[in-house]
T-cell receptor, first 114, second 121 residues
Framework: KQEVTQIPAALSVPEGENLVLNCSFTDSAIYNLQWFRQDPGKGLTSLLLIQSSQREQTSGRLNASLDKSSGRSTLYIAASQPGDSATYLCAVGRNTGTASKLTFGTGTRLQVTL | DAGVIQSPRHEVTEMGQEVTLRCKPISGHNSLFWYRQTMMRGLELLIYFNNNVPIDDSGMPEDRFSAKMPNASFSTLKIQPSEPRDSAVYFC???????????????????FGSGTRLTVV
């Protein structure tokens, strides 16, 4: 059974800092890996998706990397802003033959202070 | 498009009552997913549909839970009878492919609704 762990559970940084969020998973036979953002009381917004054959994806100030062999992914946020404050969730997709079935981590709650 | 629409936003009910959660996916999306989020267990996939047909309900916790998708624009998740341990936020998500992403396109990934916060007392 796939288990996804995110460290740290919570993080507070001053505005402008670069930061790294970590995600680890126990089964390296993954189909893809997604990073999501969740704002309080809201649903999830997909940030980046990395296919199992890829090593990284970039979108603006966000960069996600994937190392399947070690079961790890990182989300790098450059020049953090107060608007980045949210919970960030990592989700590992498994090929079931009919879908990419996601297993979520418990998230990292990020606060960026002025 | 208004996105994935869930109703109600909040539901408080007494133990033993029937609860029905509703979801309207994004028009044109052919896959729909129901998730449950709790502090203890995080986000769990309950069931997903493709073209209105249930594909995998292995995540449904027990027979008290049932889900239907009578047409492409509407799905329900029903709990009967409800129990306090069912208290959670229930999310509905839809996507334009079964895989949750469009190959070669930017609009990949699931689109989530804002959730229904269920409290069973």
């Amino acid at each position: 059974k796939q288990e996804v762990t995110q460290i740290p559970a919570a993080l507070s940084v001053p505005e402008g800092e670069n930061l790294v969020l970590n995600c680890s998973f126990t089964d390296s036979a993954i189909y893809n890996l997604q990073w999501f953002r969740q704002d309080p009381g809201k649903g999830l917004t997909s940030l980046l998706l990395i296919q199992s054959s890829q090593r990284e994806q970039t979108s603006g100030r966000l960069n996600a990397s994937l190392d399947k062999s070690s079961g790890r992914s990182t989300l790098y946020i450059a020049a953090s802003q107060p608007g980045d404050s949210a919970t960030y969730l990592c989700a590992v997709g498994r090929n079931t033959g009919t879908a990419s079935k996601l297993t979520f981590g418990t998230g990292t709650r990020l606060q960026v202070t002025l | 498009d208004a996105g994935v629409i869930q109703s109600p936003r909040h539901e408080v009910t007494e133990m033993g009552q029937e609860v029905t959660l509703r979801c309207k996916p994004i028009s044109g999306h052919n896959s729909l997913f129901w998730y449950r989020q709790t502090m203890m267990r995080g986000l769990e996939l309950l069931i997903y549909f493709n073209n209105n047909v249930p594909i995998d309900d292995s995540g449904m916790p027990e027979d008290r839970f049932s889900a239907k998708m009578p047409n492409a624009s509407f799905s329900t998740l029903k709990i009967q009878p409800s129990e306090p341990r069912d208290s959670a936020v229930y999310f509905c998500a839809s996507s334009s492919t079964l895989w949750g992403f469009v190959v070669g396109g930017r609009d990949y990934g699931y689109t989530f609704g804002s959730g229904t916060r269920l409290t069973v007392v």
